[in-house]
């Protein structure tokens, strides 16, 4: 079989499955740190988890745009036959509300940035500075923009994990494809010819 690098209708392709995995693991990685970075009592600790943090999050929010440009250039696989109306419906609508769940924690984070008083530069893995967006300056600025994000991330945490359980009920309850051809598009998928 050759290397399937874009999508077809019955599996993803392997530039799908890299970007979904590693985007996966960055906001993994960006839940721990957010939580870690707040109760640490040193703060030059802290003050470093913070620049880590503000580095994942712009890297996140250019591989979300970079996966949705692949989205919406490739054939975005069907669901298995045995899908009911609802689900079949339901699903446009959960992967939409994961792809905004996926930009508004990074924007409002980098909004909060902008609003800080403290006027620290943004640079992401100390390679350049990002500039700040155009908001307003203030403490009830940066704190507007600080509770927005927590939100927006325990929002998006919730999501992931219901995220989560849907492809895992897919794989032990239903015994369908949906969470195997996210792993690799050399496994065998509904609809699939022999190759």
């Known amino acids: ?17 890299l970007l979904h995995w590693l985007i996966a693991l960055l906001f993994i990685a960006q839940i721990a740190l957010g939580l870690a970075m707040v ?14 943090h503000k580095s994942i999050g712009f890297l996140l929010l250019g591989l979300v745009v970079l996966r949705l440009g692949w989205r919406l250039a490739n054939v975005t696989p069907r669901l298995p036959a045995g899908t009911g109306l609802l689900e079949r419906r339901a699903a446009p609508i959960a992967h939409f509300t994961l792809y905004a769940l996926q930009f508004a924690p990074p924007l409002t984070g980098w909004a909060l940035v902008s609003a800080s008083v ?10 350049f500075v990002m500039p700040n967006l155009p908001v307003p300056v203030s403490d009830a600025s940066e704190a507007w923009w600080g509770a927005t994000h927590a939100y927006l991330a325990y929002a998006a945490v919730g999501l992931v994990a219901v995220h989560a ?31």
């Not at 079989?1 to 499955?17: E, F, K, P």
């Not at 109760?39 to 880590?52: C, K, N, P, V």
């Not at 359980?165 to 010819?193: E, N, Q």
Request: glycine share 6%; net charge positive.
């Open 165 to 195: 359980l849907a492809a895992l009920r897919h794989h032990f309850w239903l015994g369908d494809t949906v969470l195997v051809r996210m792993i690799s598009p050399s496994r065998r998928c509904d609809g699939d010819k022999p190759e």
């Open 1 to 17: 079989m050759a290397l399937l690098i874009g999508n077809t209708q019955a599996r993803y392709g392997w530039i799908a499955i």
């Open 39 to 52: 109760r640490m009592t040193s703060q030059r600790s802290a003050f470093e988890l913070i620049q880590l």
């Open 118 to 127: 403290l006027e620290i530069p943004s640079m992401p893995f100390d390679l």
